[in-house]
């Protein structure tokens, strides 16, 4: 069995954030179909699956929960439990390192699209403004992607728009491509928080980003409640 070739159709990881969003409006803009997968790794936020399907929703394209339950067997993170976010110290990477996460979600993904004869993956990863997360890297998306197309026999491409991007250029991106107001639906922090702390390192990761780009973030223009 083959996979169809690559080009017409893409399939794109979708977390509800800010970095998946740009993503999934990147590949509207280049692929004739796009479906959208959400991995339910049991993150604690639920809220980011509510945002993912909305973002789907607003784009009028396919949404699929892939299930993935491990990493709350596997622990030690605090995005899986209710471990404090805490932010790195020297030399360490943050305890919202979820380790091996997008190796098994562009793993995922890859075997969803393999399914419906798709070999084109399309995820947020970045490496310029990361967390410390060694699994965001180009040479680990090279890697991988050489590992799918052994593994599944198919000409997989991963493609990472935003890998050497800064926030500000991501923000700017997704504006330029018509579709900043999708991020009024987008979920950041790791607090969970609606409207978002903003004191948590997602929430000023995201806001630094916006006041260097030198736009409002529409979801925090949306998040203010009349008084
Ligand atoms: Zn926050």
């Known amino acids: 069995v083959t996979?169809?070739?690559?080009g017409a159709a893409a399939v794109v990881l979708l977390s509800?954030?800010?970095?998946?969003?740009?993503?999934?409006?990147?590949?509207?803009?280049?692929?004739?179909?796009?479906?959208?997968?959400?991995?339910?790794?049991?993150?604690?936020?639920?809220?980011?699956?509510?945002?993912?399907?909305?973002i789907a929703a607003a784009a009028n394209v396919p949404h699929a929960l892939i299930p993935c339950d491990s990493f709350i067997a596997l622990g030690g993170n605090s995005l899986t439990s209710?471990?404090?976010?805490e932010a790195a110290s020297a030399g360490a990477l943050p305890n919202s390192f979820v380790p091996g996460r997008n190796l098994v979600f562009l793993t995922l993904a890859a075997a969803f699209a393999w399914q419906r004869g798709i070999a084109d993956l399309v995820t947020g990863v970045c490496q310029t403004d990361y967390s410390g997360y060694p699994d965001c890297r180009?040479?680990?998306?090279?890697?991988?992607?050489?590992?799918?197309?052994?593994?599944?026999?198919?000409?997989?491409?991963?493609?990472?728009?935003?890998?050497?991007?800064?926030?500000?250029?991501?923000?700017?991106?997704?504006?330029?491509?018509?579709?900043?107001?999708?991020l009024?639906?987008?979920?950041?922090c790791y607090n969970g928080a609606v409207p978002p702390c903003g004191t948590c390192p997602a929430c000023?990761?995201?806001?630094?980003?916006?006041?260097?780009?030198?736009?409002?973030?529409?979801?925090?223009?949306?998040?203010?409640?009349?008084?």
């Open 184 to 188: 009024s639906l987008s979920h950041t």
């Open 138 to 182: 180009a040479d680990t998306m090279t890697a991988l992607q050489a590992a799918l197309r052994a593994g599944m026999d198919c000409p997989f491409t991963i493609h990472a728009p935003l890998m050497h991007l800064t926030k500000a250029e991501t923000v700017l991106l997704l504006r330029d491509l018509g579709r900043l107001d999708w």
């Open 82 to 85: 209710s471990m404090p976010v």
């Open 16 to 54: 509800g954030g800010q970095d998946s969003t740009t993503c999934l409006a990147w590949a509207m803009a280049r692929f004739s179909r796009v479906v959208t997968v959400t991995i339910d790794y049991g993150q604690r936020h639920r809220i980011e699956l509510d945002a993912a399907r909305r």
């Open 3 to 6: 996979a169809a070739p690559a």
């Open 204 to 227: 000023q990761l995201r806001a630094k980003g916006f006041a260097a780009a030198g736009l409002p973030d529409p979801l925090l223009r949306a998040a203010v409640r009349p008084t």
